[in-house]
Every structure is written in C-alpha cells, then in structure tokens.
C-alpha cells in the first residue's frame, strides 16, 4: 500500500527498525543473526563482568627433583594450604609470591613420587587441604570487570524533487518515488551499521562517537593462520573457547561467520564431521554446519568481513542496542520548494560480553 506523505506526516518520526532487518538479510547478515535489544540509557554504555578465578597455568622455568619453589606464568590458580597437581606429582601449595610469580610448595604430596618438572609444563589448581577443626580460610575476591562502547549515530536524507516525482520510472511501482528512495537509504544504513557492529573502532571526541566492533573486541583468541582453513583449524578455536570457559553454558548460539572465499574453502572440505547440502537434481555441495567434539556450530556466509578472517561468535553474548528510543526512525521533513525530503536517524551500540569466549582467524589464505 502507497504511503501519502502529506503535511499531517511532517515532523512525526516513523520506527523503521523493523524494516531495516527484513531488508536484505543476505547484505547484512551480522544484524539478521543477532537482531537489536533493549535500549542502553546512555551514549557511553557500560557493563559489568564477572569471572571465575583461573585453575591452570604454565611452569615458566625448569625444576628439579628437590626443588620447592616453582616459577609459573600467573600465581592466580594458587592460594596457600591448596593441592595443585603438575604431572603425575600432587604439591602442597605453602606460600604464593605474586611479585615474582612462584609459589613455593612441598613435593611428592599424598603419596606422590616428586620428578624433576619441564618448562612450560601445565600445573592444575587441585582443592584445599581442608582439615578437621580448621580456622576459617582467609577469603579471597576477584573483581568484576567493567567493559564499556560507545553509541553511533547513523543517519541520512532521502530527498526527491517534483519532477521526478512526477515522471514515471521503470521498477518504481505505486508505492511511489519518495517510498521507493526511503527503503534504499535504509538499507544503506543498515549496511553501515552491521560494518560498525563487525570492524568499527572506538572513537569519542564528544559530539562525534564511533563504536568499538567485534574484530576489535576480541583479543584474545586470534590465531593467525598463514595457511588455507582446515578442519583442524576450525577445531583448534573451538578448543581454545572451550579452554576460556566458552561453553560453560553449551554451545547454542555460537557460529562461525566466514567471507565467501572461505565459505568455498570450508565447502570442498570432505569430513564425515562436516554437515552437507546437497540436492539430487543438482551438482556442487555446500556446508550448513561444522561438528566436532564442542557441539554443532552454524556456519553463516557474511561477505562483510575480511577475505582472509574467520568469526567464532556466541551470539546469545552479543547485543546491538538503541540509545533510548532512538532506533531506526524516518522524520518526514515535507516539501520545501520545489522537493521533498526526510531523514532517517538511528543510533546503535555493540555489547559484547566476555571477549574470551569468541575467536577469530586471521591470515588464512584462499
């Protein structure tokens, strides 16, 4: 039905939020799969995390048979009067130095037989020595972790002028010139806010903000890959999620979102561990879904991204939010001379909570 836009409609804002995701899922597929949320209350949003504390952590310096102080990567997995266990040898945790990073330890705890201990060797917080009669044990806390972004104001005009309103044009239909106009803004602004939500870089100078996207958000699961993709590249991010505590909560929601040169890649993969689309009447295959020893893992083409990365994403831990009621809405500015125009305004943030449990792959080649 043909909307008339008459002087009643000037300066009445319309929501097109809706619009905006029904407009072309296959141009922005990042929105399509995580649609919008609950709007924040402010332009530099925040949010709080939390987070056990770590069990492992390497061995950083060889040790000896008859060594009691061990150098390790982090000192957070240990506390005093605690049981860790590193190779088939358990040690009493005695006293912890988190300036140095060692702890210091008696060896060859209950029973164990003590062994000389390699560098980089991984060592596993066990439990307490709990004891019958015991004091209370000295507590301990972990901060919460404040994470914060920024809103992004995404904006443009749509202005049609009466000649051309007026002459009939190929492919316009009755919805009208000025309609017709509206929608491709739209779905321009749409394509600029799931580029935002996928490579966008925090920036604010007060008045002009961009967001921080998910390429910049994740930090510390990238593997860099200098090589073509392969399934046991694929699997190897799963494990590193996994090792972060990703799939604490199962695997729903995670995804690998890949650019269409590795999407053909990922497709003349021949496993068993690989879901296949095939059709009788057709030749070729494509892949709808990765599997392997973490779960079921949709596999969702996004020609937004790099040629050369691969997005490992949970999207039950990412959210694109309105700044109050300002999501996607058309203002009919009405006729000024000779011309019609409007504007279209929507402003957006990304949420993305515990950047440990996404990966990316870089570097891959074709």
Known sequence: MMTIYTTDLVGKRESVSDEILLLNPTQ?????LLGFSQPVTSTTHVWVEDAMFATRTTVTAAATVEATEIKVASTEPFR???IAEVGDEL???QAVD???NKIAVVRGHSGTTAAAI???APIESLYGDSREGADARDARYKSKTKVDNVTQIF?????VTGSAEAVAQYGIGSSGLYA???AKKQLELALQLEKAIIGGRKFDSGDMRTMRGIRSFIETNVTTAGGPVTKKLLDDVAQKVYD???FATGSAGYTFVVPAVQKRAISDMAFTQIRLTQAENSRGQKVDHIVNDFGTFQVVLNDNLKPDEILFVDANRIKIRPLGDRSFGHTYLGVKGDYQSGIIVGEYTLEFEQEKAHARIKGLTA
């Open 180 to 182: 017709y106009e509206k």
């Open 244 to 246: 972060a505590g990703g």
């Open 118 to 120: 390699a560098k980089d």
């Open 28 to 32: 922005t597929p990042m929105l399509n």
């Open 91 to 93: 040690v009493l945790i």
């Open 155 to 159: 904006e443009d005009t749509v202005s």
């Open 98 to 100: 988190t300036t140095a």
């Open 80 to 82: 005093p009067h605690t």
